[in-house]
């Protein structure tokens, strides 16, 4: 038998999240109809919503925000998709405590839920999410199906069964499924408030991006410092990737586990990280690039999602509050001679980036590009910049 949370009379629940242990929490649905099935995990940003829900990392996930009113500033359309190719999965459901209201901001261009249902996202309001968040911290993130049904017509045997056939995130190449299928240019810039988004005309380096499920203000981030970008998907061999003439080389971010994307792309990275030029590898990329330098990976209990995570660079002692997204960390105690730690999660100590000494390599955990989170982590794309100078010079 399931044990059912009634956070509001069964009468008149429209939406529900199952969990594979059999717990179901009754709420309003919003959004898009019908189930979705995937990883629940929690996020502490208050702001952002738009971003995080079209991050490719969050392929497979079900998101639910602790923070209580999402969705009060509506959605807009300069705020692009972070996804890089349109229409790829990111998040497929979205749980939060108060009801959506009507958008009360002058740059919404539409109502959240109205987003929400464009987007294919099922949302669920009105449940008790801080007893949710305390269930994930306990007990880790769990399988999980949540639906709105609009005639409250619920099943909840079926949404339990549902998340236990779900055959989770681990050993899951997921990567495979937001990638883009054919290469791209980018020169698009950061967004500023007089201009909007505004084209590099003149640039210094040449990167190419392999890209895993890349954010697109990764791809302006490396424009405002000088770089037009290539990308180019998992699959592309090194051959056609030197082939381009790149400056660097950038290995993105991207959902699922990186064990199971390097039996896939693991020989075109090894062959960059031989190549000699300088590579910025960011969440999965940071992760895909420590198993090609020879350390190991491990699946996280609860991971890091949110825009407030104190992370200390160990190279300046300077700690800077980061954007994170990831379920999977690299375990720091299997790190090779020569690879060294360079950044550090001050939440749980665990690992947020490396360096290779004496060749032109670094990455971090978390997502520098800050979409959504702060801006403090824009350094490091100026770090690869100087990278590429250095490399230039001989």
Not at 34 to 53: K, S, V
Not at 243 to 266: F, M, Y
Not at 351 to 360: I, M, Q, T
Request: net charge negative; hydrophobic share 40%.
């Amino acid at each position: 038998m399931s044990y059912v949370e009634k956070t509001q009379a069964d009468s008149s629940a429209t939406g529900a999240i199952a969990l594979a242990d059999g717990t179901v929490f009754l709420g309003h649905g919003t959004g898009a109809t019908g189930i979705r099935i995937g990883e629940l995990c929690f996020n502490t940003a208050i702001t952002g919503y738009q971003e995080i829900l079209t991050d490719p990392s969050y392929a497979s996930q079900i998101v639910l925000f602790t923070f209580p009113h999402i969705g009060n500033v509506g959605a807009n359309p300069e705020d692009h998709e972070e996804s890089s190719e349109p229409g790829s999965d990111a998040a497929l459901g979205a749980i939060f405590r108060e009801p959506i209201t009507a958008p009360s901001n002058w740059r919404a261009g539409e109502g959240f839920d109205s987003w929400l249902k464009t987007r294919g996202i099922v949302g669920l309001s009105g449940v008790d999410t801080r007893a949710i968040t305390r269930l994930i911290r306990e007990k880790g993130m769990p399988k999980a199906a949540i639906c709105h049904q609009p005639e409250g017509n619920i099943d909840f045997e079926a949404l339990i069964n549902a998340a236990r056939a779900w055959e989770g995130l681990e050993c899951a190449d997921l990567a495979a499924n937001v990638d883009a299928d054919t290469s791209f240019a980018n020169a698009e810039q950061l967004w500023q408030p007089a201009e909007g988004y505004s084209a590099l005309t003149d640039g210094a380096y040449h990167v190419v991006v392999v890209d895993f499920g890349v954010k697109k203000n990764i791809l302006r981030n490396l424009a405002s410092v000088g770089a037009r970008t290539t990308v180019v998907n998992g699959d592309t061999p090194f051959e056609e990737i030197l082939a381009l003439k790149p400056d660097g080389i950038v290995l993105s971010n991207g959902p699922g586990d990186p064990a199971a994307t390097i039996e896939r792309s693991g020989d075109t990275i090894r062959a960059v990280v031989g190549s000699g030029l300088p590579i910025l590898g960011i969440c999965l990329g940071h992760q895909l690039l420590a198993l090609a330098l020879g350390a190991k990976t491990m699946k996280m209990a609860q991971g890091h999602h949110g825009a407030n995570h104190p992370v200390k660079d160990l190279a300046t002692g300077k700690v800077e509050i980061v954007s994170m997204n990831h379920g999977f960390t690299v375990d720091p105690a299997t790190l090779p001679p020569g690879v060294e730690e360079s950044h550090r999660s001050l939440f749980d100590g665990t690992n947020s980036g490396l360096a290779v000494k004496d060749r032109p390599i670094i990455s971090v955990q978390h997502h520098p590009e800050a979409s959504p989170g702060p801006q403090d982590s824009f350094y490091l794309f100026r770090r690869f910049a100087d990278l590429m100078d250095k490399h230039r010079a001989g």
